[in-house]
């Protein structure tokens, strides 16, 4: 997809969210395994790739979810990191979005120039997440989450497996977004609707952003269990909840190529068509990339 970088692929699992990973089970579909890691070949410099023009592929202003088919801190790609994070250096327009289960691996693995010195990368165009799928990930990960030196930072509850309160955890404005969603493929749990207001509850009291992303194939509302096969009409069940809700805004300072902040007006604006408007994902989504599967 237009708005995913994918500098390596394959991971190990660590946490019961792993357990039916959807990477495993779309590897296992073409005979391959998902323990097996390796740095992807063109892709890796994606983000720096360019059209016919020469001008570049992502826009100024655009966000691209990093690792989706992987972890970024995965220890067995800890010889290619710095190369990734030199891309994201030198694309200091675009948002880079990074998501781990192991933020325990983070300060040690910062880029080698990151600093508060004039010239130096202070990383304001990466809005770093961890995923908390229950409680007891969310006790482990969003206190280390809160001690990382990155200006925007998010959780995501997805596979949500269970309840999960955040205590005072959202109340010092460090988290700004919370994203949440049912489980899929083989294998898939149970996702209560109550969990989802009760986090939806939580977001709105602190002015966070929360993204009802999906159901899940399994939901339960009111007692009764619904089994939801298609991703699409999961999510379009997750819009109609209208559990979503935007938060206090937060705004990323982007700049060129001199190092000179772009204004807004200079920045891509997503674009929405007709299938965007029941979408669970619109409220954190780029915008349509006219990739023409809807």
Partial sequence: MHDIWNPWHGCIKISEGCDNCYMY??????????????????????????????????????????????????????????????IMESRQDIIFFLLTKRPKRVFEHLPKNYGEQPGQWNMDNIF????????????????ILKTLPFKHKGVLCAPLLGPIDFGVELDDGQINQVICGGENYDGSRLCHFDWVKNLRHQCEKNEVTFAFIETGTYFVKDDK??????????????????????????????????????????????????????????????????????
């Fill in 128 to 143: 770093f997440n961890v995923t908390c799928e229950n409680q007891r990930r969310a006790d482990e990960r969003i206190p």
């Fill in 225 to 294: 269990m619904y089994r939801i096969n298609k991703k699409k009409v999961q999510s379009i069940m997750a819009h109609r909840s209208k559990m979503s809700f935007a938060g206090k805004e937060h705004e990323f300072k982007l700049k060129d190529q001199l190092g000179l902040e772009i204004s807004r007006d200079e920045l891509y604006r997503p674009q929405y068509k007709e299938n965007c408007r029941q979408c669970g994902s619109r409220i954190i989504c780029n915008g349509c990339s006219d990739c023409g599967r809807c």
């Fill in 25 to 86: 089970h779309l590897d296992a579909k073409y005979g391959k395994s998902g323990r097996e890691i390796y740095k992807t070949g063109n892709n890796f410099d994606y983000p720096l790739h360019k059209n016919r023009k020469g001008q570049y592929k992502i826009k100024s202003g655009e966000m691209i979810r990093v690792c989706m088919t992987s972890d970024f801190f995965l220890e067995e790609a800890d010889d290619w990191r710095e190369d990734a994070w030199r």
